[in-house]
C-alpha cells in the first residue's frame, strides 16, 4: 500500500525509506537503492541528501519515492521500477519482459572482445537469445569489425533491443525466431555467443522471489529434467554453421557443468576451456571449431 505523505522534510524521508525496507533487504541494498532512485528521478548526487538534511521534499518528489518504495516491499527489482539497466558500462532499457543484465555476463563479453581485439577484418557473430540485447550492443560498440545477428524468440524482447540499439547508435540486425528450429544458420559465421535459458525447474526453490516472480521465465527456465536442452541446440547451430576455427561462447549454469563438457566434447570442437566469474563459479565456456 503506498502511504501518502504530504509535508516531509529529506532526511524524515530518509528515515522512512530506511525503516520501511528494514527486514525486506540489507543496509547496503537500502542505501544503493535510495541512491539510485534519486540519480534517476531527480539527478540527485550522493552528496545532496548529506547536505541538504532538511531540504522540504515537494509532491512531485514524494510521489516518485513513495510509488518506488512500495514497489520494492513488493520485490520488484529496482531496474524493472525505473526501466534502466547499466551493463558492461552502458545504460539499456529493460522491464518484465527481458532478463535484468548481469555482471557476469560482462566478463562473457569481455573474454569475446579481448580473443578479437586485433582482428583486421570483419567478422560475422550471432547472437542467439538477445533478450534486451545488451550482449550485441556491447560487442557491437566495442569492436567496429564485429557485423552483428541477434534473434529472439520474443517479438517484445526484440522490440526492446531495437530501442536500445537505437539509444546507442549500435548497427545489429535483428531477427525474431526460435533457434530450436534452426539446423543450419543462412551463412557462414565466425562467433557464436549465447547466455541462454539455463536453469532446470527444480532448482525454482533455491531463487529469490525476486527473480521468481518477476523475471520473464521464457528467458530462465529448460524444460523440466533437460538441463542442456537449449545448449544441445545452440552447439548443433554452432558445429553445422561456424567457419573452421570459429569460436561458440557461452554461458553456462555451474551446477552442469560437466555434463555440458562431456557432450561438448563428443563434436568438432577442440580448445574447451571454462573460466570462473566473479563470484568464483564455473560461468563460461569456449570451444574452437575444429
Same mark, same amino acid.
Given at each position: 500500500?503506498?502511504?501518502?505523505?504530504?509535508?516531509?522534510?529529506? &532526511?524524515?524521508?530518509?528515515?522512512?525509506?530506511?525503516?520501511?525496507?528494514?527486514? @525486506?533487504?540489507? #543496509?547496503?541494498?537500502?542505501?544503493?537503492?535510495?541512491?539510485?532512485?534519486?540519480?534517476? @528521478?531527480?539527478?540527485?548526487?550522493?552528496?545532496?541528501?548529506?547536505?541538504?538534511?532538511?531540504?522540504?521534499?515537494? =509532491?512531485?518528489?514524494?510521489?516518485?519515492?513513495?510509488? $518506488?518504495?512500495?514497489?520494492?516491499?513488493? +520485490?520488484?527489482? !529496482?531496474?524493472?521500477?525505473?526501466?534502466?539497466?547499466?551493463?558492461?558500462? %552502458?545504460?539499456?532499457?529493460?522491464?518484465?519482459?527481458?532478463?535484468?543484465? %548481469?555482471?557476469?555476463?560482462?566478463?562473457?563479453?569481455?573474454?569475446?572482445?579481448?580473443?578479437?581485439?586485433?582482428?583486421?577484418?570483419?567478422?560475422?557473430?550471432?547472437?542467439?537469445?538477445?533478450?534486451?540485447?545488451?550482449?550485441?550492443?556491447?560487442?557491437?560498440?566495442?569492436?567496429?569489425?564485429?557485423?552483428?545477428?541477434?534473434?529472439?524468440?520474443?517479438?517484445?524482447?526484440?522490440?526492446?533491443?531495437?530501442?536500445?540499439?537505437?539509444?546507442?547508435?549500435?548497427?545489429?540486425?535483428?531477427?525474431?525466431?526460435?533457434?530450436?528450429?534452426?539446423?543450419?544458420?543462412?551463412?557462414?559465421?565466425?562467433?557464436?555467443?549465447?547466455?541462454?535459458?539455463?536453469?532446470?525447474?527444480?532448482?525454482?526453490?533455491? *531463487?529469490?522471489?525476486?527473480?521468481?516472480? @518477476?523475471?520473464?521465465?521464457?528467458?530462465?527456465?529448460?524444460?523440466? %529434467?533437460?538441463? !542442456?536442452?537449449? +545448449?544441445?541446440?545452440?552447439?548443433?547451430? $554452432?558445429?553445422?554453421?561456424?567457419?573452421? &576455427?570459429?569460436? !561458440?561462447?557461452?554461458?553456462?549454469?555451474?551446477?552442469?557443468?560437466?555434463?555440458? !563438457?562431456? @557432450?561438448?566434447?563428443?563434436?568438432?570442437?577442440?580448445?574447451?576451456?571454462?573460466?570462473?566469474?566473479?563470484?568464483? =563459479? #564455473?560461468? *563460461?565456456?569456449?570451444?574452437?571449431?575444429?
Amino acid at each position: 500500500m503506498i502511504v501518502l505523505i504530504l509535508h516531509m522534510l529529506l &532526511n524524515e524521508f530518509i528515515n522512512h525509506f530506511n525503516s520501511s525496507l528494514t527486514g @525486506y533487504y540489507s #543496509k547496503p541494498e537500502i542505501k544503493t537503492f535510495y541512491t539510485r532512485l534519486t540519480d534517476f @528521478y531527480f539527478k540527485w548526487p550522493p552528496s545532496f541528501s548529506v547536505l541538504n538534511p532538511e531540504y522540504q521534499i515537494n =509532491k512531485y518528489e514524494l510521489m516518485k519515492l513513495s510509488l $518506488a518504495l512500495d514497489k520494492l516491499k513488493q +520485490y520488484i527489482p !529496482l531496474q524493472y521500477i525505473i526501466n534502466e539497466s547499466y551493463f558492461y558500462g %552502458r545504460s539499456f532499457y529493460v522491464n518484465e519482459q527481458v532478463l535484468i543484465p %548481469r555482471p557476469e555476463t560482462e566478463e562473457l563479453v569481455k573474454w569475446v572482445l579481448s580473443d578479437f581485439k586485433d582482428v583486421k577484418d570483419h567478422r560475422n557473430v550471432l547472437e542467439l537469445g538477445t533478450g534486451s540485447g545488451c550482449i550485441a550492443i556491447s560487442l557491437a560498440k566495442e569492436q567496429s569489425k564485429f557485423c552483428i545477428e541477434a534473434l529472439d524468440v520474443s517479438e517484445t524482447a526484440l522490440d526492446i533491443a531495437k530501442k536500445n540499439a537505437s539509444h546507442h547508435h549500435a548497427k545489429i540486425d535483428f531477427i525474431q525466431q526460435d533457434l530450436t528450429t534452426i539446423k543450419v544458420w543462412s551463412k557462414s559465421i565466425d562467433v557464436v555467443v549465447s547466455n541462454p535459458p539455463y536453469i532446470e525447474p527444480d532448482e525454482k526453490k533455491e *531463487m529469490l522471489s525476486n527473480v521468481l516472480e @518477476y523475471e520473464p521465465h521464457l528467458a530462465l527456465f529448460t524444460p523440466k %529434467r533437460e538441463p !542442456l536442452y537449449f +545448449y544441445k541446440k545452440i552447439i548443433a547451430i $554452432a558445429q553445422s554453421s561456424l567457419n573452421p &576455427n570459429g569460436c !561458440l561462447y557461452l554461458e553456462i549454469n555451474p551446477k552442469f557443468k560437466e555434463d555440458l !563438457l562431456t @557432450y561438448i566434447k563428443r563434436r568438432t570442437f577442440k580448445d574447451i576451456e571454462v573460466r570462473n566469474d566473479i563470484f568464483g =563459479k #564455473k560461468r *563460461m565456456l569456449k570451444a574452437v571449431k575444429s
